[in-house]
């Protein structure tokens, strides 16, 4: 093939791959093959999705217990971009000291799907966390690269997993953030939840159980090297084509330990 028609066709593949990053969004909570999408507790999805979290998160230990709640909004702007929004606010009840609270940092995501396939997705984001939190809990400017993914295992089994590197500058510390989730659905099959062409917008009635594991070891300073992970079992489920329940157990997995044991619920509205 001649140079010229080389550069044709080559330009042809990059204008389609970059126009596939404009299309309009369309919420999909099946994939092709007729796999749920679902959400972990902990990790960011590696789909796109207009969705809004309302999440408490109770942990114990060393007489500390603490309380989170925050709202997470998702939003893709097309098929292939979006940003996700985070607003925690925190309490914490000390044993012999004053009950303390404050909202933490606010985080912005913007993310974008690099690659979909019928059982892989590959996204790429940039957490941006700004200093609005109180002192107590918050005030640290940091950025988060990472890149999240989907995996169809087959028979309703999904994995959900994430990488990333914070850089909090204020510290200048530098930390790797991971994670791992697998999902197994339950409910009856695509059929009933899809349209003509296998897309799924509804996954009401259908159950998950999930089984997290997330960490984070320091790249630099005094704890250089050290682990820590805790684990989560869970379950969630579709009340509506719009809305999601769930719940889950938290409990460490490495020494030293943050806390002895924790509980998250939550719900999630889809737009």
Do not use: C
Request: hydrophobic share 40%.
């Amino acid at each position: 093939m001649k140079p010229i028609a080389l550069s044709i066709v080559a330009f042809s593949a990059t204008f389609a791959a970059a126009s596939d990053f404009l299309k309009p969004f369309e919420h999909l909570h099946l994939s092709e093959s007729g796999t749920p999408y679902v959400h972990s507790f902990g990790i960011e999805p590696a789909f796109t999705g207009r969705d809004l979290f309302i999440d408490h998160t109770y942990r114990v230990g060393d007489g500390v217990a603490e309380h989170e709640s925050e709202i997470e909004l998702e939003w893709a702007f097309t098929k292939r971009i979006g940003m996700i929004v985070e607003v925690p606010y925190i309490w914490e009840d000390e044993e012999g000291v004053a009950t303390s609270s404050g909202f933490g940092d606010l985080a912005i995501v913007p993310r974008a799907l690099l690659i979909e396939s019928e059982r892989f997705h590959l996204t790429t984001q940039m957490e941006v966390v700004l200093p609005t939190g109180s002192s107590r809990f918050g005030g640290e400017t940091a950025i988060a690269p990472g890149i999240a993914m989907w995996n169809d295992l087959g028979n309703w089994f999904t994995l959900n997993s994430i990488l990333s590197i914070e850089h909090g500058f204020d510290a200048d510390s530098t930390e790797l953030l991971f994670g791992v989730g697998l999902v197994k659905s339950f409910g009856e099959k695509a059929a009933d939840h899809a349209d003509h062409a296998g897309h799924g917008h509804s996954t009401s009635g259908l159950l998950h159980l999930h089984l997290e594991a997330t960490g984070a070891t320091p790249l630099n300073g005094p704890d250089q090297g050290v682990i820590n992970i805790e684990g989560l079992v869970g379950i969630s489920y579709g009340l509506a084509a719009g809305l999601e329940i769930r719940a889950g157990y938290l409990f460490p997995l490495t020494t030293p330990r943050d806390f002895d044991k924790g509980f998250t619920s939550g719900l999630i509205f889809h737009f």
